[in-house]
């Protein structure tokens, strides 16, 4: 244990992905962790890209991006405190679908995906309140990008 | 014999009777949206008009018709009364062809108001979509013009894309002033550098310190108020602390022609601005 | 005048003080109509007209339908003559008398282009004195719902209350039922009970007469009238329960409210749409529907607009336009928002049902949807949802199709 896990245990139970895990689960995901303070600018991730890392967002923003030839880096979302990205680490087959880059100096908790999936693979338990976090973090996103794609605010949509 | 026979005019209040008004100024907002602010013409009118943050106005274009436009002023300026209007239809397009010093008609104010009595000693979240943010800013003017009164407050702002955004000029007053304003757009336009996603995203992560204990009044299209709403009884926020301003096909404004209805609700008198769970168990019926 | 019981305050002609009934022989019903026309009301009532009984102006007694009765079912109406002179032996027919208080179409507005810009005004015309003669007791009940809807909110209709405060109405009680008659399920007849200037009873040789008002107190004082014999009122009792023994059909309004509000989803609704063609035929007849619009009407020069209300009807598509589109863009929706309406949502804004059970929505139905087996039907499977799967009725409570 390094003079960082005591801090980062702290910041990572402060975040709202955390919000309700045990103690020893916490102390678990923690030794797949590390903690990163990344200034504006910084690309955590690249779209495509094979990449072992999932990121929980302590402070600041990351702002995702996707690239269209023609249109190249086209940003779709906003993630802040409390979210989740990276998440294709822990689930599917690993190759990020977004570009990462943060959009202000950020505090973020990487944890190591295939650290996370060994730990899951031993404590069931801990296993199911991980997976039901990211679940509800995609589930979040899902809402949003609907509502995004239904253009509310296009002609239709606005109030006159 | 009964003989009461009251005639129209000789009833002072009329209800059918629109006073003039003058365009007295006209800024542009965003493509296709501009701030009319009109005066009336009438001393004695324009001095006992008032008006609550939430309520509308039928703004009459006489060959063309009424259109039902929320009030977007401050409400403890008398005078000049700015309504924020979107192009959509006729009477909208064709107002947007009129230039200051022609005259229309008001009927008003009409309509249930935003809860700003009940904001007092507490925590408050604003959260607006696209032109939603217009019958919302008279509830900020109204919080700001006594800030010590309320708790923390906050205005969440959606729009479709950057140049969407209304009223940006007046962000960092409202800030300055003691207001937290979150803004966040759909999609994103060259140089943005803020926020992309729905308003739900913000609502999500937005810190709450005493839900139980917070209001909520929102405005915008129905799909986004819907899950604004649920977004904000899952974290924690009591049903009878949420607030929407729905919106119906409104013809006379004055509950006798029935157009506005929505369930057992008349929009024009029972609402724009309603408590979420006096419609909660309709809010979802499809094509009520 | 004096208005009589203060306690009737949402209502024009309240009971006043019950007086004796009066009898009026059969020819001088002349003499009532004369009466009337020269206190200067314009005395409206039924008349025979376009094979239907519809109100129009009566300037004479012999303008009424004499010897005349109606068949009604749903879906048909016809006119067959009688074997008697009865003046008023047949129901209700296709108009109301919303037709009078609520005009079909009216100005309620005007806009002037002036130098110093739009100028708007609102009618000035002295509003007509109506006699109503021949108002059943479903239709005074209508006239108290509509009396709320126009005058009893937070904005008055200028418009109705003139007319309605301007009226005399006489009612008749009724003597015989139509298959679509409901008014008992609605507890708004056969009787009339209140809401009228006078009501009549009508006898073989006449009519009995009681008074409801101040005012037709004094009218009557004017009238060739006599005290009913006691044979006179008995023959008016049989006449009036004749009325109550002819109504057949029922509707079952216990929890009405809560038994459409809870099936806004029932596939009933889905049903009805197979056959309602949408055509407002229902709202036109029904004497409470108050649905308008108003639209702009220029003169030649454009500098002169009327703003003119007309009837409109929730069945209209176009009724619920808002953005794009209407709300309301099925039948299904559209006829659900009438019923629901009338018989449910009417209660949490005016604190009654809207229906008074004259049947006329039955009988004008060119489909003959009868709206009180509609509920009927709704009532006999509640609780399902169109379109939905069988869903295991041990895991969420509900009753397995």
Same mark, same amino acid.
């Given at each position: 244990?390094?003079?960082?896990?005591?801090?980062?245990?702290?910041?990572?139970?402060?975040?709202?992905?955390?919000?309700?895990?045990?103690?020893?689960?916490?102390?678990?995901?923690?030794?797949?962790?590390?903690?990163?303070?990344?200034? %504006?600018? !910084?690309?955590?991730?690249?779209?495509?890209?094979?990449?072992?890392?999932?990121?929980?967002?302590?402070?600041?923003?990351?702002?995702?991006?996707?690239?269209?030839?023609?249109?190249?880096?086209?940003?779709?979302?906003? %993630?802040?405190?409390?979210?989740?990205?990276?998440?294709?680490?822990?689930?599917?087959?690993?190759?990020?679908?977004?570009?990462?880059?943060?959009?202000?100096?950020?505090?973020?908790?990487?944890?190591?995906?295939?650290?996370?999936?060994?730990?899951?693979?031993?404590? %069931?338990?801990?296993?199911?309140?991980?997976?039901?976090?990211?679940?509800?973090?995609?589930?979040?996103?899902?809402?949003?990008?609907?509502? !995004?794609?239904?253009?509310?605010?296009?002609?239709?949509? %606005?109030?006159? | =014999?009964?003989?009461? #026979?009251?005639? #129209?005019?000789?009833?002072?209040?009329?209800?059918?009777?629109?006073?003039?008004?003058?365009?007295?100024?006209?800024?542009?907002?965003?493509?296709?949206? #501009?701030?009319?602010?009109?005066?009336?013409?009438?001393?004695?009118?324009?001095?006992?008009?008032?008006?609550?943050?939430?309520?509308?106005? =039928?703004?009459?274009?006489?060959?063309?018709?009424?259109?039902?436009?929320?009030?977007?002023?401050?409400?403890?300026?008398?005078?000049?009364?700015?309504?924020?209007?979107?192009?959509?239809?006729?009477?909208?397009?064709?107002?947007?062809?009129?230039?200051?010093?022609?005259?229309?008609?008001?009927?008003?104010?009409? @309509?249930?108001?935003?809860?700003?009595?009940? +904001?007092?000693?507490?925590?408050?979240?604003?959260?607006?979509?696209?032109?939603?943010?217009?019958? &919302?800013?008279?509830?900020?003017?109204? &919080?700001?013009?006594?800030?010590?009164?309320?708790?923390?407050?906050?205005?969440?702002?959606?729009?479709?894309?950057?140049?969407?955004?209304?009223?940006?000029?007046?962000?960092?007053?409202?800030?300055?002033?003691?207001?937290?304003?979150?803004?966040?757009?759909?999609?994103?336009?060259?140089?943005?550098?803020?926020?992309?996603?729905?308003?739900? #995203?913000?609502?999500?992560?937005?810190?709450?310190?005493?839900? @139980?204990?917070?209001?909520? &009044?929102?405005?915008?299209?129905?799909?986004? =108020?819907?899950?604004?709403?649920?977004?904000?009884?899952?974290?924690?926020?009591?049903?009878?602390?949420?607030?929407?301003?729905?919106?119906?096909?409104?013809?006379?404004?004055?509950?006798?022609?029935?157009? +506005?209805?929505?369930?057992?609700?008349?929009? +024009?008198?029972?609402?724009?601005?309603?408590?979420?769970?006096?419609?909660?168990?309709?809010?979802?019926?499809?094509?009520? | 005048?004096?208005?009589?019981?203060? /306690?009737?305050?949402? $209502?024009?002609?309240?009971?006043?003080?019950?007086?004796?009934?009066?009898?009026?022989?059969?020819?001088?019903?002349?003499?009532?109509?004369?009466?009337?026309?020269?206190?200067?009301?314009?005395?409206?009532?039924?008349?025979?007209?376009?094979?239907?009984?519809?109100?129009?102006?009566?300037?004479?007694?012999?303008?009424?339908?004499?010897?005349?009765?109606?068949?009604?079912?749903?879906?048909?109406?016809?006119?067959?003559?009688?074997?008697?002179?009865?003046?008023?032996?047949?129901?209700?027919?296709? $108009?109301?008398?919303?037709?009078?208080?609520?005009?079909?179409?009216?100005?309620?507005?005007?806009?002037?282009?002036?130098?110093?810009?739009?100028?708007?005004?609102?009618?000035?015309?002295?509003?007509?004195?109506?006699?109503?003669?021949?108002?059943?007791?479903?239709?005074?009940?209508?006239?108290?719902?509509?009396?709320?809807?126009?005058?009893?909110?937070?904005?008055?209709?200028?418009?109705?209350?003139?007319?309605?405060?301007?009226?005399?109405?006489?009612?008749?009680?009724?003597?015989?039922?139509?298959?679509?008659?409901?008014?008992?399920?609605? /507890?708004?007849?056969?009787?009339?009970?209140?809401?009228?200037?006078?009501?009549?009873?009508?006898?073989?040789?006449?009519?009995?007469?009681?008074?409801?008002?101040?005012?037709?107190?004094?009218?009557?004082?004017?009238?060739?009238?006599?005290?009913?014999?006691?044979?006179?009122?008995?023959?008016?009792?049989?006449?009036?329960?004749?009325?109550?023994?002819?109504?057949?059909?029922?509707?079952?309004?216990?929890?009405?409210?809560?038994?459409?509000?809870?099936?806004?989803? $029932?596939?009933?609704?889905?049903?009805?749409?197979?056959?309602?063609?949408?055509?407002?035929?229902?709202?036109?007849?029904?004497?409470?529907?108050?649905?308008?619009?108003?639209?702009?009407?220029?003169?030649?020069?454009?500098?002169?607009?009327?703003?003119?209300?007309?009837?409109?009807?929730?069945? /209209?598509?176009?009724?619920?336009?808002?953005?794009?589109?209407?709300?309301?863009?099925?039948?299904?929706?559209?006829?659900?928002?009438?019923?629901?309406?009338?018989?449910?949502?009417?209660?949490?804004?005016?604190?009654?049902?809207?229906?008074?059970?004259?049947?006329?929505?039955?009988?004008?139905?060119?489909?003959?949807?009868?709206?009180?087996?509609?509920?009927?039907?709704?009532?006999?499977?509640?609780?399902?949802?169109?379109?939905?799967?069988?869903?295991?009725?041990?895991?969420?409570?509900?009753?397995?199709?």
């Amino acid at each position: 244990m390094t003079m960082e896990q005591p801090n980062l245990l702290k910041i990572l139970s402060e975040t709202r992905f955390a919000d309700g895990l045990p103690n020893k689960h916490l102390q678990s995901i923690c030794r797949a962790a590390r903690l990163l303070r990344v200034p %504006a600018g !910084q690309r955590l991730f690249q779209e495509g890209s094979a990449e072992d890392e999932i990121f929980v967002i302590s402070s600041g923003h990351v702002r995702l991006t996707m690239n269209v030839p023609g249109r190249g880096e086209v940003p779709f979302l906003t %993630a802040g405190p409390g979210d989740l990205i990276g998440w294709s680490s822990v689930i599917g087959e690993g190759r990020m679908t977004a570009t990462a880059v943060s959009t202000e100096d950020s505090t973020l908790i990487a944890l190591s995906g295939s650290r996370l999936r060994e730990l899951c693979h031993g404590d %069931a338990d801990l296993g199911f309140e991980l997976m039901k976090r990211i679940a509800q973090v995609l589930s979040q996103r899902l809402l949003s990008t609907r509502l !995004q794609l239904l253009d509310l605010f296009g002609d239709a949509g %606005a109030k006159s | =014999m009964n003989l009461a #026979a009251a005639s #129209a005019t000789a009833n002072p209040h009329n209800p059918w009777l629109a006073h003039t008004v003058r365009i007295d100024r006209i800024v542009k907002e965003t493509p296709g949206v #501009a701030t009319y602010d009109l005066v009336f013409e009438d001393a004695a009118v324009r001095k006992k008009f008032t008006f609550r943050p939430g309520q509308f106005n =039928m703004l009459y274009l006489p060959g063309l018709g009424e259109i039902a436009i929320s009030i977007s002023g401050d409400p403890n300026q008398t005078g000049r009364v700015p309504h924020t209007i979107r192009e959509a239809g006729n009477v909208t397009r064709t107002l947007a062809e009129l230039s200051v010093g022609s005259t229309i008609g008001l009927r008003g104010p009409f @309509g249930a108001w935003w809860p700003v009595d009940e +904001c007092v000693g507490r925590d408050v979240v604003l959260v607006a979509g696209g032109i939603g943010l217009a019958p &919302l800013r008279p509830v900020i003017y109204d &919080l700001l013009s006594d800030r010590e009164r309320y708790g923390r407050v906050t205005l969440v702002i959606g729009a479709r894309e950057p140049a969407a955004l209304l009223y940006p000029s007046e962000y960092d007053d409202w800030i300055r002033a003691g207001l937290d304003v979150q803004v966040t757009v759909d999609r994103s336009v060259g140089t943005w550098h803020g926020n992309i996603g729905m308003v739900t #995203a913000l609502l999500h992560r937005l810190p709450l310190p005493d839900p @139980g204990n917070t209001l909520l &009044l929102t405005c915008g299209p129905e799909v986004m =108020m819907w899950y604004t709403v649920q977004g904000a009884m899952e974290r924690g926020l009591k049903a009878e602390s949420l607030y929407v301003s729905l919106e119906r096909n409104m013809n006379c404004a004055i509950g006798l022609c029935g157009h +506005c209805q929505f369930g057992p609700q008349f929009l +024009c008198k029972d609402g724009p601005v309603f408590r979420y769970d006096k419609v909660a168990s309709i809010f979802k019926v499809d094509d009520l | 005048m004096t208005r009589s019981d203060a /306690n009737d305050v949402d $209502h024009p002609k309240s009971g006043g003080t019950r007086q004796l009934t009066r009898f009026l022989d059969r020819q001088d019903l002349e003499v009532l109509i004369q009466r009337l026309t020269d206190d200067g009301y314009q005395v409206v009532g039924p008349t025979v007209d376009q094979g239907a009984i519809v109100y129009g102006d009566i300037t004479t007694s012999a303008d009424l339908p004499i010897g005349w009765t109606d068949l009604q079912e749903a879906g048909r109406y016809r006119l067959q003559r009688r074997d008697d002179d009865a003046y008023f032996g047949y129901v209700v027919g296709p $108009h109301s008398w919303k037709k009078y208080l609520f005009p079909p179409v009216t100005v309620v507005a005007s806009a002037d282009r002036t130098e110093v810009g739009w100028q708007m005004s609102t009618p000035d015309e002295t509003p007509p004195r109506y006699a109503f003669l021949g108002v059943r007791a479903c239709e005074l009940a209508a006239m108290k719902i509509q009396d709320k809807v126009f005058t009893g909110g937070p904005f008055v209709d200028p418009i109705y209350q003139a007319r309605r405060n301007a009226a005399f109405v006489i009612a008749v009680n009724c003597t015989q039922a139509a298959p679509t008659c409901f008014c008992t399920s609605m /507890n708004t007849g056969p009787r009339c009970s209140s809401g009228f200037d006078l009501a009549l009873t009508e006898v073989v040789d006449g009519f009995l007469v009681e008074v409801g008002s101040d005012a037709g107190n004094e009218l009557i004082q004017r009238l060739p009238v006599t005290e009913a014999t006691s044979k006179q009122l008995a023959r008016g009792e049989t006449s009036r329960q004749q009325a109550v023994d002819q109504i057949t059909k029922r509707m079952d309004t216990g929890g009405i409210q809560s038994l459409l509000m809870d099936n806004l989803r $029932h596939p009933q609704w889905q049903d009805l749409a197979t056959r309602c063609l949408s055509c407002t035929n229902c709202t036109m007849v029904c004497p409470t529907c108050f649905c308008s619009s108003v639209s702009e009407v220029s003169d030649l020069t454009g500098d002169h607009i009327d703003r003119e209300r007309s009837w409109d009807s929730c069945f /209209n598509i176009d009724f619920s336009y808002m953005n794009g589109g209407p709300t309301r863009n099925s039948i299904a929706s559209r006829y659900r928002q009438w019923l629901t309406h009338k018989l449910a949502t009417w209660h949490d804004q005016f604190g009654t049902s809207g229906c008074v059970g004259c049947g006329r929505c039955i009988t004008w139905c060119p489909v003959g949807i009868d709206l009180t087996q509609e509920v009927a039907a709704i009532r006999s499977s509640p609780g399902l949802k169109a379109d939905d799967i069988e869903r295991d009725a041990s895991s969420n409570g509900e009753a397995a199709s």
